[in-house]
């Protein structure tokens, strides 16, 4: 099977994922960024080799198909820079409003899964596994990857004044 189309299009968003990441990586607060990069690469990891390993998701085409079963583009750069993003945009808010801002970026991330596992070779939803299923774990990871972040943040800060 040839699979041009799916590989020129994880070139694309590699390389437009990788043009932007120092950009956003660089404005303050800079070690937010980094840890929230970090710690939602190393979960994804984790979420996906169980995905994986119960056979509910397969990616046909993928970097280093070899070394590795997971989607190692998705898992460590595409959704750790979302998450970034996220966390960014909701630095400051309540509760309420991010969940609603986490909603409105996870829906076209799961918008664009849909369309990939329909129409493309990259991703297939295997039984029991269903569009809802990528819905719902998409946004309660990143409600727990903000919430994990906000909290270090919160003990950072309670640190600070203490000293």
């Known amino acids: 099977m040839n699979n041009k189309f799916e590989k020129r299009f994880l070139r694309v968003l590699f390389i437009l994922t ?9 404005k303050p607060p800079m070690k937010d960024s980094i840890l929230t990069f970090l710690l939602n690469g190393y979960t994804n990891g984790i979420v996906d080799r169980f995905v994986i390993t119960h056979k509910l998701i397969k990616y046909p085409v993928r970097y280093f198909r070899k070394e590795f079963k997971i989607h190692v583009l998705f898992d460590f750069l595409l959704y750790p820079t979302v998450s970034v993003i996220i966390n960014k945009l909701t630095k400051n808010d309540k509760p309420l409003v991010i969940i609603y801002k986490i909603i409105l970026f996870i829906f076209p991330m799961f918008l664009i899964e849909l369309w990939a596992e329909k129409k493309t070779n990259l991703i297939r939803w295997r039984r029991p596994w269903k569009w809802y299923h990528t819905l719902l774990s998409l946004t309660v990871k990143s409600v727990l990857n903000r919430l994990m972040i906000g909290s270090i943040r919160a003990l950072d800060e309670k640190v600070e004044k203490s000293s």
């Open 18 to 26: 990788l043009s932007g990441l120092p950009f956003l990586l660089r």
